[in-house]
């Protein structure tokens, strides 16, 4: 198998994880008292959650559907 091309998988990543924070920051808010934490608490638990859910279901996915054009170079 051919590694992805760097600056495409690290554009791809991106990509998902910055929209998955602010996503996963406000669903967190309107469900949970995220505001009585401390910011790095919070922070450190959206993100966890976040990766939680890009490592399995998302990357797969964006490497199945992007995969030929990652690879080229």
Do not use: E
Not at 29 to 47: E, N, R, S
Not at 53 to 70: A, D, E, Q
């Amino acid at each position: 198998m051919i590694r992805p091309v760097y600056w495409k998988q690290v554009l791809v990543t991106a990509t998902t994880v910055y929209p998955m924070i602010l996503a996963m920051s406000w669903l967190l808010k309107q469900l949970f008292p995220m505001h009585l934490l401390d910011p790095k608490v919070a922070l450190m638990i959206t993100v966890y959650l976040v990766v939680s859910v890009v490592v399995f279901p998302i990357m797969p996915f964006l490497m199945r559907y992007l995969g030929t054009w990652m690879q080229k170079r």
